[in-house]
Structures are given as C-alpha cells and as structure tokens.
C-alpha cells in the first residue's frame, strides 16, 4: 500500500511524463495571459500615464510578446529542463530568454508599426518572468516536502566538514536524495567569514565548539568534504573524530559530471588516506612519451611492484610489453586484466621462466630483445630470507646477475633494478643480498646499456605487507599482532612506487641510485589502531593489539633514504641520485663468488657470515637496535 506521500510523488511524476512540455508552456502562457490583462485593465484606468488606444492593437502588441518571449524560451531550451533537479543555469536561462523576448517584441511592433511604448512590453514581460519563476521554486519546494513526507528509513544525524563549495554540493545532495542515510545537521569550518552564519540552511560551527554540537545533536556520523586535503590532516580530522566517537567518512569529488553539476561519492576512509606524506604523482608526459613504442620487459611482472609497472607501461603505447614471472597465476591475472583493458590495442607476451635459470632467460631475451628491461624479481620476506639465505643469494644476488648479463647481450637500452630502503645498512640477508644487487648495478657503467637502480620503502596493500595481515586478523576478530610499539616505516603506495621506477627508467644514464623522499616515519602501532577503527572497531576493545617481539633480521627503524647535503636533486624534487662510489666488475666478480660458495652449502650462518665479508655496510640487528633510540630516524617521531 502506498503512503500519501507516494501518491502525490506519483501524481506528479505523471505530469512531468509524457505532457510535462505542453503543460508547463499552457501553464506559462496563461500566466502571461493574466498579467497583460490585468496590465490592460490598468493601463485603461490611467490613460494618460500609461496610453493604450487601441485594443486590437494591444491586442497584437500581446501576441508579438507570446512569440518573442516562447521563441526565445524553446530556443533557450527552457521546456527541456526538469525543474525539480535543475541548477542556477537554468533560471538564467528563463530570465535572459524572457528579457530577449520583449526586447524582439518591441523591434517587431516597431515593424509592423503598432508600437504603443515600451511599457507594455517591460511590465508584462519582467512579470510574466517572476511569475515563472516563483512558480518553479514554489514547485521544488513542494516536490522535496513530499519527497520528505515519503522517507519512512531512519537517517544518520550528521555533521559536514568543511562549509566550500564541495560541502555544499554535499549537502545540498544529502538534504533532496529520499535515499540517502545522513541527516546533515550543521557544518564544522575554520573560517571566521563563515562560522556562525547559515550555508545551505545549515548552521556553521567552529572547529572548537563542534565537539559540543556533536554531544548535544546525538550526531554519530561525520563526512570531511574539504577538496584536495593532504593526508596530515585527513589524519589529524579522523582521530580527532574517532575518538569522540562518531563514524568519520570522506566525500570525494568525481571528475566526470552529471546532469550539469559535479557528482562525488561517500566513502570510508582508506589507509592511503591516513599516511602522514601527501601520495606523489608524476605526470611528466616526457618520460611517459619515453616508453612509447619501445619493447619493455618486467621480470616479477606478476607481483604487486611490477603488476603496476606493467600497468603505466602499457598505458605508455609501448611496441611490445613482456611479462615474466615463475609465478602462473599472478601472470595469468595481469595478462587478462591487460587484455580485457588494451584487447588487440597492446601487444602482449607472458612468459613463465625463473631468473634463476640463465638458460631460459637467454631464450626469451633472444626472442624479444627488450629495450628496457625492469628487474623486479626477488624474494623480499626478511624472516623467511633469514631462514633460507641460500635461496636469497641464489635468486636475489645470481638472479640480477643473470637478468643484466642477458640485457647487456641482447643489447638493451635501460636495466632498472628495483630495491629497497632495507639495502642501506643493512641487518638482514635480504637487505644485504639488495644491496649487493645495487653494486651489481653500478660496476657496469663501462655498459653500453644503462644500468640504474631505485630505491624505495615498504608498500602498502603488497603481497606480504603488513597491511594485508592486519586485514586479515581484524577479519578474524584479532589479536592484530605488531613486533615492537617502537617500530617505524616509511610507506608508500604501490602507484608512488610504480611511477618512481618509471620515472628512473627514462632518466637513467649511467649507474644511478635513485630514491625517493619517503617523509615522515609511521608507527606500525598507529598504523594497527588505525585499521581498526577504520572498520568501526574500537582498539584494545574490540580488537586486542598484541606485542609478540622482533622477528629475525628485523630492526626497529629504516633509515632515512635522503639525507640532502649528500644527494643530487632531480627535477622532481622528491626524487634525488645517491652518489656512491662503484666497485669494479672484478671486484664485484670475486664478491658473489664468495656469496655463491657459502650458498651451496646451504647453511644461513655461513651466508650471513659471507655477507659481512662482501657487503661492507652489513650489521647484527641485534646492535643496530640497541642503538635504535638515538638514531636521527626515531627521533623524528
């Protein structure tokens, strides 16, 4: 059974169905007929203020205002418009079609000859204008009473941060959609100009008082709408928020637009939002352009680095794109994302192959002859590697080796190496096998291809991240488990990571180690206590946070990638050239076969020991974070 409101709702969608055009132009010609009459019954009481001598004359003076005026209004196309969802655009349009209507009028009685002044045409054109248009807000404000009248589902009292122009469209939005779950109450806004007066019909309330309106108006939900806002203070919003107890969400804005306005959506907050470093982004069409038409080879192309890398280079045009990876089913999931994306548009080859095996690698790069060619195959779990050392110098170390002696053959352009922040100083087997695969790297300047590395921290959302983890034990109702509250990271998301090899790749020249400048440090325990609450969960409430200790190879910090009095600026100035001096390949040479030799043994403590003999840099974890608390690293927290 329909409510009263439905049928009224119904009853007026009728009339804005099939006949809405004829009988909204009735509607306006009436209203036109009205007030010429009653301008008529004035003009002949004051005759000689205002002459009219002749009826028939009038009469067709009124004509010449119904042509000029509905000519203009169709031209205009004021009958296409539905008024109940229309914009400020549209009621221009109706006054500016009404005034270039009587002003058509009047040019037309002057040619025909039955002007009789310009009263008549002025009057009754500006009334018949205001007539129209209180009759079309008359008419939204009834439709969105009935539309009122018809939501029966509770609503979510709301507040809106950020009283802009985005907040507005928020509101507005949230105030006439039926289906909508929010009830905006007030805004919160910094702005003097702004607090304590009305936007939209709603009260705007200082920053400082808004915990106070939230208590008293039961307000349980609240949607930052501030354009563009960098992820400190997204940050510092959620947990000033959260912790008074409301559900904090963000209105994004869309780029496409609907029906005229822009569009934008409510959405939860993401992790990505709540890093303490606004995401870069490099859209440097040059390098971009760099990549087109070129054959592009990625080993690891299946994993959550060279997924991505696979992804903008295919975006780049590229002549051939070449995914490698031991890995079937990642590499089946990238090539069918691909091809769904790209179809015939991309020449695409995927190819199953190890970089541990020289032999099928030599295969493929004959086959293909790469122009550039970007390494990002590796083990990378530091506890595992600690476990099975052998198998990191066997597939890190010899790995690279066997991948940049096929670039080199087959006469590549560029080799990228993909590294880690874990290589500089490094206290674990997969660090220091990194960091030898840098020194790889920088002995071949004497290459006809160039050789480049690039050097980043932990990403988020990739496979064996912390993120993923935390997921899933927040999933399972916990414990979420962290090693340490003391211990720091630098993050960066998969597409920051991406574009900074991309970005190497077309700039690289000789032997450069390329790193990015991470920005402040995150505690893995805010990084727990924010995942939690970002699934409306309350930390050490809902979710116990459990301390278990340092897992092997692990050290409380990373150590900051920039340090700017010994690093070149790029272009990009987030991006800087360490400057490192390279071993010879003899020496290199000798080193990895001291590696090699303690790897066919297979025993990690004589890799770990071969390790400290090559990579001069090598420490004990142990030491390291006995240090920790003094380190330049944790004091910035």
Same mark, same amino acid.
């Given at each position: 059974?329909?409510?009263p409101g439905?049928k009224k709702?119904?009853?007026? %969608?009728?009339m804005?169905g ?7 132009a009735l509607?306006d010609l009436?209203c036109?007929a009205?007030?010429?009459?009653l ?5 002949r009481r004051? /005759?000689?203020s205002?002459?009219v001598?002749d009826?028939?004359v009038y009469l067709?003076n009124?004509?010449?205002l119904?042509?000029g005026?509905?000519?203009?209004r169709?031209a205009?196309?004021?009958?296409r418009t539905?008024w109940?969802y ?7 349009s109706?006054v500016t079609a009404?005034?270039l209507?009587?002003v ?5 009685a ?13 009057t009754v054109?500006?009334l018949?204008?205001?007539t129209?248009?209180?009759?079309r807000?008359s008419?939204r404000l ?5 539309q009122?009248e018809?939501?029966s ?5 709301t507040?809106?941060?950020?009283a802009g122009?985005?907040g507005t469209?928020l509101?507005?939005d949230?105030?006439?959609n039926?289906?909508s ?5 007030f805004?919160?806004?910094v702005?003097p100009?702004k ?5 939209s019909?709603l009260?705007?309330v ?6 106070q309106f ?10 930052v709408a501030?354009?563009g806002?960098?992820s @400190?203070?997204?940050a ?6 959260t #912790? ?10 869309l780029t /496409?637009?609907?029906?005229? *306005? ?10 990505e939002?709540l890093?303490?470093r606004?995401?870069? $982004?490099?859209?440097?069409?040059k390098v971009?352009?760099y990549?087109?038409? $070129?054959?592009v ?8 680095i060279?997924s991505?890398?696979?992804r903008?280079i ?10 490698l990876?031991?890995? #079937?089913?990642?590499?089946y999931e ?13 020449d695409?080859?995927?190819e199953?192959? *190890?970089?541990?095996d020289?032999d099928?690698l ?19 779990h530091? &506890?595992?590697?600690?476990h *099975?050392?052998?198998e990191?110098v066997?597939n ?6 066997n991948t ?5 053959a087959c006469?590549a352009?560029?080799f990228i190496l993909?590294?880690t ?5 490094p206290v ?5 096998s ?7 790297v ?14 980043f921290?932990?990403v988020l %959302?990739?496979n064996g ?8 034990q927040?999933?399972?109702g916990?414990?979420?488990t962290i ?9 960066m998301?998969?597409?920051e990571?991406?574009q900074l090899?991309i ?6 020249k000789?032997g450069e180690?390329?790193v ?6 995150? $505690?893995?325990y805010?990084?727990a206590?924010?995942m939690i ?6 930390p050490?409430k809902d979710i116990?946070? #459990?301390?278990?200790g ?5 050290k409380l ?5 920039i340090?700017?009095?010994k690093q070149e ?8 050239? @360490?400057?490192d001096?390279a ?10 076969r001291i590696l090699?030799e303690?790897?066919a043994?297979?025993d &990690?403590?004589?890799?770990r *020991?071969?390790?400290a @003999?090559?990579?001069p840099?090598?420490? #004990?974890?142990g030491t390291?974070?006995?240090e920790?608390?003094?380190?330049a690293?944790?004091q910035?927290?």
């Amino acid at each position: 059974m329909l409510l009263p409101g439905v049928k009224k709702m119904n009853l007026l %969608g009728r009339m804005e169905g099939k006949y809405r055009k004829a009988i909204l132009a009735l509607f306006d010609l009436l209203c036109l007929a009205a007030v010429d009459a009653l301008f008529y019954l004035m003009a002949r009481r004051m /005759h000689h203020s205002i002459p009219v001598d002749d009826g028939a004359v009038y009469l067709f003076n009124s004509l010449l205002l119904v042509v000029g005026m509905f000519g203009f209004r169709a031209a205009f196309g004021v009958y296409r418009t539905v008024w109940r969802y229309t914009s400020t655009k549209a009621y221009f349009s109706l006054v500016t079609a009404d005034c270039l209507g009587g002003v058509a009028a009047v040019g037309m009685a002057y040619l025909f000859r039955s002007y009789q002044g310009i009263w008549h045409f002025l009057t009754v054109a500006s009334l018949t204008a205001l007539t129209s248009l209180m009759a079309r807000f008359s008419y939204r404000l009834l439709y969105k009473k009935m539309q009122r009248e018809e939501w029966s589902n509770p609503r979510k009292n709301t507040a809106i941060v950020g009283a802009g122009q985005l907040g507005t469209l928020l509101a507005n939005d949230l105030c006439s959609n039926p289906n909508s779950e929010y009830n905006p109450l007030f805004f919160i806004d910094v702005d003097p100009g702004k607090i304590g007066n009305t936007v939209s019909g709603l009260r705007v309330v200082g920053g400082d008082k808004a915990p106070q309106f939230i208590r008293d108006n039961e307000v349980t939900d609240i949607i930052v709408a501030i354009p563009g806002i960098d992820s @400190e203070n997204a940050a510092r919003l959620y947990r000033r928020y959260t #912790e008074i107890g409301c559900r904090v969400k963000i209105y994004d804005r869309l780029t /496409h637009e609907i029906a005229g *306005s822009r569009s934008g959506v409510i959405r939860n907050f993401e992790i990505e939002d709540l890093l303490f470093r606004k995401p870069m $982004k490099i859209n440097d069409q040059k390098v971009l352009d760099y990549y087109a038409g $070129k054959t592009v080879l990625v080993t690891g192309g299946g994993g959550s680095i060279g997924s991505e890398i696979c992804r903008q280079i295919a975006s780049c045009g590229p002549k051939k794109l070449i995914v490698l990876d031991i890995y #079937e089913n990642n590499a089946y999931e990238i090539q069918q994302e691909l091809l769904w994306h790209y179809g015939d548009g991309l020449d695409l080859a995927v190819e199953i192959a *190890s970089v541990r095996d020289r032999d099928r690698l030599e295969e493929v790069f004959r086959r293909y002859r790469p122009q550039v060619v970007f390494h990002a195959a590796a083990h990378k779990h530091v &506890p595992l590697m600690e476990h *099975s050392a052998a198998e990191t110098v066997k597939n890190n170390v010899m790995g690279t080796v066997n991948t940049a002696d096929m670039a080199e053959a087959c006469g590549a352009e560029k080799f990228i190496l993909i590294s880690t922040d874990k290589a500089v100083n490094p206290v674990n087997v997969m660090g220091a096998s990194k960091r030898m695969c840098e020194m790889i790297v920088q002995s071949r300047g004497d290459s006809a291809t160039s050789f480049a590395a690039v050097r980043f921290g932990n990403v988020l %959302g990739s496979n064996g991240s912390v993120i993923p983890l935390f997921k899933k034990q927040i999933a399972a109702g916990g414990p979420v488990t962290i090693t340490d509250k003391r211990i720091i990271r630098y993050f960066m998301t998969i597409q920051e990571a991406s574009q900074l090899v991309i970005h190497a790749g077309a700039l690289a020249k000789k032997g450069e180690l390329f790193v990015l400048d991470m920005g402040k440090p995150v $505690k893995i325990y805010d990084l727990a206590v924010n995942m939690i609450r970002l699934s409306d969960l309350e930390p050490d409430k809902d979710i116990r946070i #459990e301390e278990i200790g340092l897992r092997p190879g692990e050290k409380l910090y990373e150590e900051l990638l920039i340090r700017t009095e010994k690093q070149e600026k790029t272009e990009n100035n987030m991006i800087f050239i @360490e400057h490192d001096t390279a071993l010879s390949r003899a020496e290199v040479a000798r080193r990895i076969r001291i590696l090699q030799e303690a790897a066919a043994g297979g025993d &990690p403590d004589r890799v770990r *020991s071969a390790f400290a @003999e090559t990579v001069p840099t090598y420490r #004990e974890p142990g030491t390291v974070n006995g240090e920790a608390e003094h380190s330049a690293e944790m004091q910035t927290l």
